[in-house]
């Protein structure tokens, strides 16, 4: 074998096969961008077109280590600055839970003395023996309700924490692996020398695990293309108008909630899109957001109500949970580590899980603001409005980042960004579907219109479970676009 200008460590790193640990990497696939042994070609790649040694793409490929170079400490920056936000978000978890917790003590307590001091004030004419009888009915009234409504919303809280948490530290490990890999490959990058075989493959592996991350950075440049279309009834007997549905989430099973602003209830859908549960809210409901696995927030809205309604999915059911009340309209909603986002009609409010409002992030001056979304890192919010026909980009506090215009967003109401990134939005009146790119400047396609079957779409989400965009439309269906 020729002797290499590095390390047997590093020779051994960058030629050993992900898939068979003890073969070399000798080959690539193209029609995958994949690396692969002997073993690999045979088996998993057999059927591709493209599989060829590494030994005749050494003068074909390009390989700009030094651009690859900047580019590794570029999103190694992006990673590390993404796990101090992260780390920030779980200590910001802690304190609402607790700072509900001492909220909610504070009013037992003042409810207690409250009581007593009515009683006191009620005594005169009243035997000593009486007066404590009715003091204690009094005392035993107020702990019961606090058992039986205020401990049940903090365990909701809890449980939305822990949940929360625990996703929360999963990313931060992915975060520190990540870092790791990417210090690494740049440690080799810098060292490996002039041997053409070993800085194409170390080319290649520096340039998957840097989609890798921009992919965790939300920074995802991939344009889906869409491959097929379904079309499924969400209608129940007990609607009484045309379904119109306003927003759309889905669970990590598969299962899929959607807000039918017209017949004031969310749906629960099946992996199948059949409506399998269904649950009455008391006014108008407009969007909904993911907080855990199996917990949703819907906002619902009125002349004289304007609340935030917790939901949970149980065993195939829509169970109501708490709620909290808002000094204003309430449209939007999405949701980051926490942190749950509301637009008003003109206004982008951020509050903490237990309903307190920490600060108002943005106004609109020159039209109603309608739907709002968060970037998977937290660090860009997505805005858009129904008589303004453009996507507004705004950094963690607020400031206008960028403003993207375009006709095929006249009344737009649907915005989605996925977990890699890639932003979502729907043209009311132009009956399109369209991806704009994460940075919020350009259109990067449109992926369905009105020839598509695309009809006054309200809604919009992407489902990973089935790589599948899921449209919400006025008039009872939803259109389900596979993608790739």
């Known amino acids: 074998m020729k002797e ?5 460590q590093v020779e051994e790193f960058l030629l050993k096969c992900q898939a068979h640990k003890d073969d070399k990497i000798e080959m690539l696939c193209e029609d995958h961008s994949q690396l692969c042994c002997t073993k690999c070609a045979f088996n998993d790649l057999s059927q591709c077109s493209k599989v060829t040694p590494i030994s005749e793409l050494t003068n074909s490929q390009p ?8 580019e590794l400490e570029t999103v190694m920056g992006g990673i590390k600055s993404l796990q101090i936000n992260q780390e920030a978000s779980v200590q910001s978890l802690q304190r609402t839970y607790k700072e509900h917790g001492a909220v909610m ?37 107020i702990l019961n309700e606090f058992d039986s ?25 992915k975060c520190t692996s990540l870092h790791n890999d990417l210090l690494q490959l740049l440690e080799i990058v810098q060292k490996i020398g002039d041997n053409k075989e070993l800085c194409l493959i170390a080319s290649i592996k520096c340039k998957h ?81 993911l907080i855990t696995p199996s917990e949703v927030a819907v906002t619902v809205n009125a002349s004289n109500i304007h609340e935030v309604q917790f939901i949970t999915v149980n065993q195939g059911k829509l169970v109501p949970g708490r709620k909290f009340q808002l000094q204003h309209e309430c449209r939007g909603i999405d949701h980051h580590q926490g942190d749950l986002f509301v637009i008003s009609s003109k206004d982008l409010y951020k509050y903490t899980l237990n309903g307190k409002q920490v600060c108002s992030l943005y ?10 979304a968060v970037s998977p890192t937290g660090d860009r ?6 008589w303004q026909p453009k996507l507004l980009t705004l950094a963690r506090d607020g400031t206008l980042l960028a403003t993207y215009t375009d006709p095929a967003l006249e009344r737009s109401l649907g915005l989605h960004v996925t977990p890699a990134g890639q932003v979502l939005v729907c043209g009311h009146w132009p009956d399109t579907v369209l991806q704009v790119g994460w940075e919020g400047e350009s259109k990067l396609a449109n992926l369905a219109t009105w020839g598509d079957g695309v009809w006054n779409p309200f809604s919009v ?24």
């Not at 290499?4 to 047997?8: A, C, E, L, N, Q």
């Not at 037992?108 to 009915?137: A, F, P, R």
Request: net charge negative.
């Open 105 to 141: 003590i504070e009013q037992l307590h003042g409810n207690l003395n409250t009581n007593i001091d009515k009683c006191c004030n009620s005594s005169v004419g009243t035997s000593d023996k009486n007066l404590k009888e009715e003091m204690c009915w009094s005392v035993l009234s």
């Open 461 to 484: 989400c992407y489902c990973s479970t089935t790589s599948s965009i899921i449209v919400g439309q006025w008039w009872d269906s939803i259109l389900v676009f596979r993608v790739e």
């Open 63 to 70: 390989t700009d280590l030094q651009g690859l170079s900047v």
């Open 4 to 8: 290499w200008p590095v390390s047997k």
């Open 209 to 289: 695990i840097i989609q890798q991350a921009l992919t965790l950075l939300g920074k995802s440049g991939k344009v889906f293309k869409v491959q097929g279309k379904s079309e499924h009834n969400v209608r129940v007997p007990s609607d009484s108008v045309s379904c119109a549905i306003s927003g759309i989430c889905v669970l990590p099973d598969g299962q899929v909630l959607v807000v039918d602003w017209t017949n004031n209830n969310v749906k629960l859908l099946n992996q199948q899109y059949q409506v399998v549960s269904h649950l009455d809210v008391n006014a108008q409901p407009f969007d909904i957001c």
């Open 381 to 386: 919010l997505y805005i858009i409005g129904h």
């Open 149 to 173: 409504i205020t401990v049940k919303e903090l365990n909701e809280i809890k449980d939305e924490v822990i949940s929360i948490k625990g996703s929360v530290t999963s990313s931060i490990h």
């Open 363 to 372: 106004r609109s001056f020159d039209g109603t603001v309608d739907q709002c």
